[in-house]
């Protein structure tokens, strides 16, 4: 195609991969900046593409950044990376972005949930926007540059301010746990929740109120919360079943942490799992086929949830509507659920 004698020559410019494509230098442009959707044929691109493979073209990305008033750069705020949602959430992200030619920040918040404090000198010169999870949504009150383009994960999308939300079926995936332990025979059920005032843990809890409500002879003995760590669920099993009155028959927990948690509650105190009491789970994690027995769960697509928030934010940024809306979960029924005993 040409390509030696522009290589010849010296670094090749977009003029040359568009002489060598047989396209317009506007193409080349809209291609190699991942605008080419609905614009430019998929073959056309293709052999955008491939010319600037050739020739060994890289686009100068700092001058059209500079140009555009951009740094192609995305804020994802999250809680923890120590959790594996977060990370999962992360790597969904990243892989969109750089489809894309964006780079992404990660920014933990300190302790998992409150306020941070800003990293940037100036958020708006440093980002060109945020997405944010909102269990850690009062970091946001930390980053300076308020106004940029926001998209929220695992938020109410109902909540004042307007920002786009991606949402995962949380009570969808709640109703789904809550009908499979019914099912089973279950009626004395114990609620381990998660301690954090956020959506989607109030979600949950309204959830399981919800659908005991609908079934005349089951309840709802207790609700204990519990900070969102293994050892801190298990204190607050014991608390819970250190109550007078009934034993819960099924303990359902608001993640697999607490349910790891509450697992080791039950084993120090002779209780068999799930002969004596059936227990669930919320994420699955990959300690919920690690702990023994594997843990009932609901699985969520956490990669999805940060690709999805990333195409958002990307739309914002070009000025498009912003899809969220709720991915589905699904139930996995293993070994730490079973018949109520009689």
């Keep these: 195609m040409g390509g030696g004698s522009v290589m010849g020559r ?65 804020l994802l705020v999250v809680p923890a990376l120590t959790n594996e949602y977060f990370a999962r959430i992360c790597t969904g992200a990243a892989q969109v972005a750089a489809e894309h030619g964006f780079a992404v920040v990660l920014y933990p918040s300190p302790e998992g949930i409150g306020p941070a404090r800003d990293p940037f000198a100036s958020a708006r010169a440093a980002i060109d926007g945020v997405i944010a999870s909102s269990m850690a949504a009062d970091a946001l009150a930390g980053i300076g540059g308020g106004g940029l383009p926001l998209v929220m994960l695992d938020s109410d999308p109902a909540a004042p301010g307007g920002a786009p939300t991606v949402n995962l079926a949380v009570a969808d995936g709640i109703r789904q746990i809550t009908r499979h332990l019914l099912a089973l025979g279950h009626r004395r059920f114990l609620h381990l929740a998660g301690d954090v005032d956020a959506w989607t843990f109030r979600i949950r809890a309204e959830t399981v109120a919800a659908e005991l409500s609908r079934v005349p002879d089951a309840v709802l ?16 099993t014991l608390r819970a079943l250190a109550r007078p009155g009934p034993r819960p028959t099924a303990l359902l927990c608001d993640d697999d942490i607490l349910a790891a948690g509450a697992c080791k509650a039950l084993r120090g105190l002779g209780l068999d799992i799930p002969g004596e009491l059936s227990v669930s789970g919320f994420d699955d994690l990959s300690l919920a086929t690690a702990i023994d027995p594997e843990l009932t769960t609901v699985r969520l697509p956490a990669e999805e949830v940060g690709a999805a928030g990333m195409t958002a934010l990307l739309a914002l940024l070009d000025g498009a509507p912003a899809a969220g809306g709720e991915l589905p979960v699904e139930l996995v029924a293993r070994a730490s659920t079973g018949p109520a005993p009689r």
């Design 10 to 74: 010296g670094r090749p410019t977009s003029r040359d991969v568009a002489r060598v494509a047989g396209v317009s230098q506007a193409t080349v442009s809209l291609v190699l900046g991942g605008k080419w959707h609905g614009r430019v044929s998929e073959r056309t691109a293709q052999a955008v593409r491939v010319a600037a493979g050739e020739l060994g073209y890289r686009p100068n990305l700092a001058a059209r950044n500079l140009r555009l008033g951009r740094t192609r750069t995305a």
């Design 221 to 236: 003995l207790h609700t204990e919360h519990s900070a969102l760590d293994a050892p801190a669920a298990r204190e607050a």
